[in-house]
């Protein structure tokens, strides 16, 4: 097996009707081997969670559980510590990335100058119309004081 080179983490507190779609969102739009690690922040349902994960059979995807809620930086921050792929990316429990995202967030790191990339937000509604959106500004060393 290809060691994967990105480790994404997802914190996730009582959204276990979510989290297979934010798993999916990572497995089914990498074109390659991705960690996932799901970091469950004290839920009050743990066993649901455990399902989800267990129904995936994928050894590359983790669940870490926390005995109390540490908040979302502190979920993230937990996930990160069992990340071992070089480059950590964060997806909320109830988000799912967009087709390009590996693509998206990765090409950049291409250039050894570069050493944190940043993407947008999208939010849409259950009749799929976007609400809002919010996307970067592209900042390089130039822009730099």
Same mark, same amino acid.
């Given at each position: ?49 455990? #399902? ?70 999208? #939010? ?22």
């Amino acid at each position: 097996m290809v060691p994967a080179r990105v480790g994404i983490v997802v914190p996730v507190w009582n959204r276990s009707e979510s989290l297979a779609r934010a798993i999916d969102s990572v497995l089914t739009r990498a074109e390659e081997p991705v960690q996932v690690v799901v970091v469950d922040n004290g839920s009050d349902d743990p066993e649901a969670l455990s #399902k989800i994960i267990a129904g995936y059979g994928e050894p590359s995807i983790s669940l870490v559980r926390l005995p109390a809620n540490l908040g979302p930086g502190g979920g993230r921050n937990v996930g990160a510590a069992h990340c071992t792929a070089p480059l950590i990316g964060f997806l909320d429990s109830d988000d799912e990335f967009e087709p390009d995202w590996l693509v998206a967030m990765t090409g950049p790191f291409e250039d050894p100058n570069v050493g944190v990339v940043t993407c947008g937000l999208r #939010k849409v509604d259950s009749a799929g119309r976007v609400v809002l959106e919010r996307m970067p500004q592209p900042v390089g060393l130039a822009d730099a004081p």
